[in-house]
């Protein structure tokens, strides 16, 4: 499987930006990047996705670089309620390729 | 009910007995999973069913079985746990079985607990 490298933490203080980075040099062309995150008591929830083109949502925005092999996850601004571990993760297609594969995460502390 | 939700979402039960632990999603989705979250570890995917027919058993002891009767619900049904399979037991659905943009939705998770 392919596989995503964050840092394990980061700080950011409330109502500033946020950029979370990840790193996945062996990323395939089918390979989508999502990004999910952790609250802390809570089951994971879904963030944003993307594949070639930088994304926006409600949430947050995804910039991929133009080779693929890194992305940032953008928070405008951060919120008490934004802190919770942030994920990256690698999803292709077909059978187990299509499974989404958790590591560690980074560990979001927002301070007011 | 919105989304996906599980029952219990706090059991304790000793290493001798069975229980079961219940998943429902309110999404129409059409494939279910079961992950474990154990103390300071990453999520680890368990089981996963698509159209009601498991697709995927990542080398998850038989003392774990799950049942999906129909697509909305999904069962795991426990018996002769360890201590060490205390953990954080979370479901999630989506459309399609994962892979490429399919989002999954999870629910909040059963605490377990074995004495």
């Known amino acids: 499987d392919a596989k995503t490298t964050q840092p394990n933490s980061m700080e950011s203080n409330e109502e500033e930006p946020v950029h979370l980075p990840c790193n996945h040099s062996t990323i395939s062309g089918t390979d989508y990047i999502h990004w999910y995150r952790q609250l802390p008591s809570q089951g994971p929830e879904y963030v944003i996705h993307g594949l070639t083109s930088n994304v926006n949502n409600r949430m947050a925005s995804l910039a991929i670089a133009e080779d693929r092999k890194s992305s940032t996850l953008i928070l405008h601004r951060a919120t008490l309620r934004d802190a919770a571990v ?22 979001l502390s927002v301070k007011p | 009910e919105t989304g996906v939700t599980q029952t219990p979402r706090h059991l304790v039960m000793g290493m ?55 697509s909305s619900h999904l069962f795991l049904h426990l018996h002769t746990l360890q201590p060490e399979d205390s953990a954080l037991y979370l479901c999630a659905s989506s459309q399609g079985v994962a892979g490429g943009p399919n989002e999954q939705f999870f629910g909040p998770g059963t605490r377990l607990t074995v004495l």
Do not use: D
Request: net charge positive.
């Open chain 1, 86 to 107: 942030y994920y990256c993760i690698l999803s292709g297609y077909g059978g187990s390729q299509g499974n989404l594969i958790f590591g560690k995460g980074t560990k």
């Open chain 2, 16 to 70: 001798t007995n069975k229980k079961s632990l219940k998943c429902e999603q309110h999404l129409g989705h059409n494939a279910m999973y079961w992950y474990k979250q154990s103390a300071k570890k990453p999520l680890e995917l368990m089981f996963v069913y698509s159209l009601e027919e498991r697709v995927e058993n990542n080398s998850v002891p038989s003392r774990f079985s799950p049942e999906c009767p129909n």
